[in-house]
């Protein structure tokens, strides 16, 4: 090889590594579908759901997950009230621990899965379980069961611990101007948050509306401003279709990490209104709804109605 | 003469098959090599192990008999027998220039001891030069250079370009030996660096001084250690020893209450309580963190998690 062939070679190869990558991401970003064209933050499916659902709130007790998913569910009108054929589900639950099932910090899989399930069963096109997790995605999907519960349902569960998973949207907050918000979810018909109650030191209680800040990317910014203000101005941006909270179990001091001592309830709480079902989770962990000053913020600002005892309580 | 040629041929294939086999298993194997591991992951091991130099480090490192001892002996014996047991027949890199470049001496020796009539025999490509020449002096001065030069490289770089207050001890791997040892043993594979599931370890820069450059250093900011206990798993060397979890003591962390929003500004932050891994911070009635040291491993899920500029929490190593 001489020096002219060399830098033949050279440029040639230059010339391709500048357009091959181009190639692959074009060809990733057609599987993508344009957000741009996706329905508005606000989300349509609320509207279709049934105004019966819409009023309740379902608590079914138990011990068997898998049998209390199924009697919330059908208590709540059946997953297809909120889960239509062709549509994309994202299904938010807590795996951001490491610590296992059995410790009370992260949302039970025995749940998770039959929820995947039933909304593949109603004509879910995708379910997406997914989780912007503390600790590495990896060691919280294998760690939490979350994974084997979710593939083993048919659906995908992963982790969105990268920057490249967020869209930036207008939360027009009063502090929470803009947000780094899940593409994944953003890009969903259904959006259904399944997190698990426990005590949190922060902000006292962890449920519906602190899972929500697994789906946005810059959690420090809550931390250093007003972690109950922005975490409201979160909720009020995008309200879950449904959200279930897991009362299987949980830890009730030095939460949310833990370890702490785990109360049993045997409950699931359905609800539409994630303020209400907070609320109820609230009262589940001795707390006033004075000790939490997100829900009373949410409750302000229109996020949902506090007083669960307003809606039509099913206990199943 | 038709037995030789079989033979030959024989010969030949092996001699690219098994060095091509190596190859594409150790691709696998690189490609496998993060969390959870895969069991091919191990080859890269006992591809390591055949090197006697490390069973050396190892044995020094750990003080015990590692259960492949077997291994360097081995290669050693068919070295001995068959000549370049490693570079001719597993190395990836020989196979491939036997094969490659087939028109070129391999410098294989095999012509010389061939020759009964011994012909052949070894000569530089260069004009040789008499032996009274390689004693001269400008030769001696040149070699006393050389020797000066590699004698400082047991000074770190910034000890010769920067004040010695400028050097900060580095956050090693969970289990890693005491310092002076692991810079001895640790042979700079990056395999732990591979592995690591958070990619807060990571291959320290040239600007560390030339011992300590490409050894693994865990980095919080980057990404904590998760306590996955991947890395002295794919370790070959012995540097990271296997520890439980609940032994490992990376450093630990010490809070600056000056910057920390919970003590400084009277914030309900706690995200680094909210991370700990291992229940070492405790709050006050005012929701302000302490961190107890002794219950704390280092792993610097605080630092990594902390929302001001420059972390108010912050891993030292355990000995400053």
């Not at chain 2, 001892?69 to 014996?77: A, E, V």
């Amino acid at each position: 090889m001489n020096r002219r062939d060399f830098i033949k070679v050279a440029t040639y190869a230059g010339l391709a590594s500048a357009f091959l990558p181009g190639c692959f991401s074009q060809s990733k970003s057609s599987v993508l579908p344009n957000q741009n064209q996706k329905n508005s933050p606000q989300g349509n499916p609320n509207s279709e759901v049934a105004s019966q659902a819409r009023s309740r709130l379902v608590v079914a007790e138990g011990t068997d997950p898998g049998t209390l998913m199924e009697k919330g569910l059908a208590a709540m009108g059946g997953i297809g009230q909120f889960v239509k054929s062709g549509n994309i589900v994202a299904i938010k639950p807590n795996f951001s621990s490491t610590r296992g099932p059995d410790a009370g910090v992260t949302t039970n899989p025995i749940l998770v899965g039959p929820l995947v399930r039933q909304c593949l069963q109603a004509g879910a096109k995708e379910v997406r379980v997914i989780d912007h997790t503390f600790s590495s995605g990896e060691m919280c999907l294998e760690a939490s069961g979350i994974r084997a519960a979710v593939t083993g349902a048919g659906g995908r569960a992963y982790t969105i611990n990268s920057r490249t998973n967020y869209s930036a949207v207008n939360a027009n907050g009063e502090i929470l101007k803009q947000a780094d918000y899940s593409r994944d979810v953003l890009e969903a018909d259904v959006f259904i948050n399944i997190p698990i109650l426990k005590q949190s030191d922060p902000t006292g209680i962890s449920a519906g509306l602190k899972n929500l800040m697994g789906v946005v990317w810059d959690r420090g910014f809550f931390h250093q401003t007003d972690l109950h203000q922005t975490i409201a101005e979160l909720a009020a941006f995008k309200k879950p279709t449904l959200t279930i909270l897991d009362a299987i179990k949980g830890i009730t001091a030095n939460g949310p990490s833990g370890p702490g001592p785990i109360k049993e309830w045997k409950q699931v709480v359905f609800g539409t209104d994630m303020v209400a079902v907070d609320a109820y989770g609230a009262g589940l962990l001795g707390l006033k709804l004075t000790d939490v000053s997100h829900l009373a913020i949410a409750a302000k600002i229109g996020v949902g109605n506090p007083d669960w005892r307003s809606l039509d309580i099913v206990r199943v | 003469m038709k037995g030789k040629r079989f033979v030959n041929r024989q010969l030949q294939f092996w001699r690219f098959a098994i060095p091509s086999t190596v190859v594409v298993l150790s691709v696998c194997a690189v490609l496998e090599m993060k969390y959870p591991l895969g069991r091919i992951a191990d080859l890269l091991l006992w591809i390591s192990w055949m090197d006697p130099l490390l069973l050396i480090a190892h044995v020094r490192s750990t003080l015990a008999i590692p259960d492949w001892i077997w291994l360097p002996f081995l290669m050693m014996l068919l070295t001995a027998i068959l000549g370049r047991a490693f570079c001719g027949w597993l190395c990836p890199m020989g196979g491939l220039l036997n094969r490659g470049s087939g028109e070129e001496c391999l410098v294989c020796g095999r012509c010389v001891t061939v020759c009964y009539r011994q012909a052949i025999h070894w000569t530089s490509q260069r004009q040789s030069v008499g032996a009274g020449d390689r004693r001269s002096r400008r030769n001696f001065l040149k070699l006393g250079a050389a020797i000066a030069t590699c004698s400082l490289i047991n000074l770190s770089a910034p000890r010769i370009l920067v004040p010695i207050s400028f050097v900060v001890p580095s956050l090693r791997p969970p289990g890693a030996l005491p310092e002076s040892d692991f810079l001895a043993t640790c042979n700079r594979c990056s395999r732990c660096v591979k592995v690591c599931p958070t990619g807060g370890l990571v291959p320290m820069s040239f600007s560390s001084g030339i011992i300590a450059y490409e050894t693994p250093e865990l980095i919080p900011r980057k990404g904590a250690c998760d306590l996955c206990m991947q890395c002295f798993r794919v370790c070959p060397t012995g540097a990271i020893r296997q520890i439980k979890v609940k032994e490992v003591k990376i450093g630990v962390a010490r809070l600056d209450e000056q910057t920390c929003l919970a003590w400084a500004q009277g914030k309900a932050c706690l995200i680094c309580k909210e991370r700990c891994l291992a229940d070492a911070i405790t709050i006050d009635d005012g929701k302000r963190p302490y961190i107890q040291s002794q219950k704390c491993i280092g792993c610097g899920a605080c630092e990594n998690a902390c929302p001001v500029e420059e972390a108010a929490v912050k891993v030292v190593p355990k000995d400053e």
